[in-house]
């Protein structure tokens, strides 16, 4: 997820195990905001998390 880390707009935490046992194993996935976003390999995931993202800033927009 170099991608996401680079972008200075996000906070990227890296751990080493979230306790979803054996997710990780069937597919990629990664928690954003507190939600799992999965995907089937990790560019799915990345577009995944930025859509989310997305979703999450059209969501509280109105906050600004």
């Known amino acids: 997820m170099r991608k996401l880390e680079e972008n200075p707009e996000l906070d990227v935490i890296e751990y080493g195990c979230l ?9 990629p996935y990664a928690l954003v905001n507190g939600e799992i976003v999965a995907a089937e390999t990790p560019d799915e995931l990345y577009e995944a998390i930025l ?14």
Do not use: D, H, R
């Open 19 to 27: 306790g979803n046992c054996g997710q990780c194993y069937m597919e």
């Open 51 to 64: 859509a989310k993202i997305k979703e999450w800033e059209e969501q509280f927009s109105w906050l600004e």
